[in-house]
């Protein structure tokens, strides 16, 4: 075990144990938004690869209750698991995790059955990475909507085009959270910043909007566009 130097302490820090593809983009974006990263890998190429681009990275077994205690794993709140086709190994290290007392456990899942297993050792949150990703680009083929994202409970983010009548119009006067149930969070034309949405914002020629709503009304609105 190679710890190349000692872990974050503060609650904003998270470790990420497995930094294949899935693991290794959480890690990066976590970064990118400004928090300290400890990875952890068994794979020594895997541990060299990201040594330069994580705050933290060790080379360890995180299945093993003990080791996580060695490399500091107990001064953190958070916890990713991005251990996918190994199941054995996932389930072990978010077990371990949760008898070390890490408060948020975050697992990746390849199956249902491997996600009600995580939960059942302690994982608070199941992520189905390709499952996801599967949906979201068939609602995108199936539909005009730019971009998808299905929340809980039924509840989706859309980026679709604005209607064409909408152009020049205020959205209180389009109204269309009365017609359409949606709320346009926000507004983006080529070249120009975002904007958050007011009743008083006057949708431009060519704009983008951010909306939200559940899935069946994002879907309905986005084929009006």
Do not use: C
Request: charged fraction near 20%.
């Amino acid at each position: 075990m190679a710890e190349k130097t000692k872990a974050p302490t503060a609650y904003e820090n998270v470790a990420v144990i497995g930094l294949g593809r899935f693991g290794g983009q959480v890690a990066e974006s976590l970064t990118r938004l400004g928090h300290e990263v400890l990875g952890v890998d068994e794979d020594p190429n895997l541990v060299q690869q990201w040594s330069d681009r994580l705050t933290h990275v060790v080379q360890a077994d995180a299945t093993d209750e003990e080791v996580l205690r060695q490399i500091g794993m107990t001064e953190f709140a958070r916890a990713v698991v991005g251990i996918g086709t190994d199941i054995e190994a996932s389930v072990l290290t978010v077990l371990a995790l949760t008898e070390i007392g890490v408060r948020e456990i975050w697992a990746k899942a390849i199956s249902v059955k491997h996600g009600k297993i995580l939960r059942s050792v302690g994982a608070h949150h199941v992520i189905y990475p390709e499952a996801t990703m599967g949906e979201r680009v068939a609602h995108l083929i199936t539909s005009r909507m730019l971009d998808f994202i299905e929340l809980d409970d039924d509840f989706a983010i859309a980026k679709t085009r604005a209607p064409r009548q909408a152009v020049g119009r205020t959205l209180a006067e389009v109204a269309l959270r009365t017609k359409y149930g949606v709320t346009v969070v926000g507004v983006k034309t080529h070249g120009a910043d975002f904007i958050y949405a007011t009743p008083d914002t006057v949708v431009p020629s060519s704009a983008v909007l951010i909306v939200a709503g559940t899935t069946e009304q994002v879907q309905r609105f986005a084929a009006t566009t």
